[in-house]
């Protein structure tokens, strides 16, 4: 038997969790939800009608919300030479090169974003089985891998996001804090979900959107009307 707290129990009562809800009001359900302990980040989960076992189907890419996602990115990069000391007058987390990658070797994983130098990627292959599973693997495609490496650090500062499809079809990918008021968060949600619905692959046959999903840190599942909010965002 899993226990419920007090919390929990209230805040699964105030809605019911097989009913689609339009994002109005499954954003002011969540907010209302709200623990006072902390500010909690809301989360946007799409479950997309494609398969990324093959690369044509692979939905991913970059963005940089409205309003941010109201956290301080942590970021590192590899480098040397310049471009480490590029890296280091931009404030970074972490720079480094050989060394850097011992430490994750080591199971040091206190970031968000890994930006390297493409002539550091032969280095950086060694842990791509640690940084890919997580989705911090360096990619030029998310814009991480980079000779321009004060744009990267400066865009990823000012909240830019990389998402892409895990390999249940799923995108999961922050939009915000519960602290933003409504339009905010709104904003960021069509910003997203505009970006998912541009990214779709041609090959992808079907109902390309199966379900979405809202939630925060410690609060429950919203679902969305999918369809509602696909039109709602094309609406603009």
Do not use: C
Request: hydrophobic share 40%.
């Amino acid at each position: 038997m899993v226990f419920k707290s007090k919390r929990v129990k209230k805040n699964e009562a105030a809605f019911n969790k097989d009913n689609p809800y339009p994002v109005e009001e499954a954003v002011d359900l969540l907010k209302g939800m709200a623990t006072p302990k902390f500010d909690e980040t809301i989360e946007l989960h799409v479950k997309l009608g494609v398969d990324p076992r093959h690369a044509d189907q692979v939905v991913r890419g970059t963005i940089i919300l409205p309003h941010g996602i109201g956290k301080k990115v942590r970021i590192i990069v590899f480098a040397k030479g310049e471009g480490e000391k590029v890296a280091q007058d931009n404030g970074v987390d972490a720079v480094g090169s050989e060394e850097l990658i011992e430490k994750i070797k080591n199971g040091w994983l206190d970031f968000d974003v890994a930006i390297a130098q493409p002539e550091m990627m032969k280095d950086v292959g060694k842990i791509a089985k640690i940084l890919g599973p997580r989705g911090m693997m360096p990619n030029p495609k998310a814009g991480t891998v980079t000779k321009d490496i004060e744009k990267a650090i400066k865009e990823f500062k000012s909240g830019k996001l990389e998402y892409r499809v895990d390999k249940t079809s799923i995108i999961h990918i922050p939009i915000g804090k519960l602290s933003f008021s409504r339009d905010q968060i709104i904003d960021n949600l069509k910003a997203m979900f505009s970006a998912i619905l541009k990214a779709k692959p041609p090959s992808a046959k079907g109902q390309y959107v199966k379900s979405v999903f809202l939630t925060s840190t410690m609060g429950p599942g919203i679902k969305i009307d999918g369809q509602a909010f696909v039109n709602y965002v094309k609406q603009g």
